[in-house]
């Protein structure tokens, strides 16, 4: 697997930046991985999706990841820093602990599911529908049992993350939608990368195919002489 990027960024930004973010998600991976059809990706379990896109992000932008929160206790802006390797590895550990966990009567959620989920009116039925999905036999043994199989299957593929807020001291813990959260990235950087063809292109009058093939290190020291 390669980084996402000139070329290949640009093209990711393009394939996503209209859908939802699922199916988002889904035309990202097909790009990184071509040698995945969007069908595959589309009913591989959540967890292993998910320590995919954090393997990917880190190839791509590194393995670092900033962003901000709101503290539900206080309202305050909560400034995090993580590692995005760390989280994939923690997040592989978390699945490899319930693996088969009663899988004999549910499978984990995919990204199909989420997206037929995603037409439901109301939270109520987006869980039905997941349950109907992601259950292997029928009858006798839904309900409760059902659901609670579901959270102890699919709770490994979540990334969890606790913050501490300096203003009132409380310490939440913040779900992690590392789909939603690299594709505003994967954004962001097609952006700042446009940004630096219309600049160099401007000054230069090189093409982008040409500007893009340039490593972010050589755009970078043109960028800066033009500064100077």
Sequence with gaps: MGALSGEMLLRAWEASRELPDQEAALAVLALAWPKRARSEWAEMALGERNAMLLELRAATLGRRMEGFAECPACGALLEFALDAAELEGQLRAQLAAVAES?????RPANTADLIAASAAEDEEQAGAILLARTMKQDGDDAGEGALERFERINGAAEIRVELACSECRARPAMDLDIARF???????????????????ASAYGWSERAIVAMSAARRGAYLEMLSI
């Excluded at 962001?188 to 219309?198: D, K, V």
């Design 182 to 200: 690299l594709l505003r990235e994967l954004g962001a950087a097609a952006r700042r990368l446009m940004r630096e063809i219309h600049e160099l």
């Design 102 to 106: 009663g899988q004999e009567l549910a």
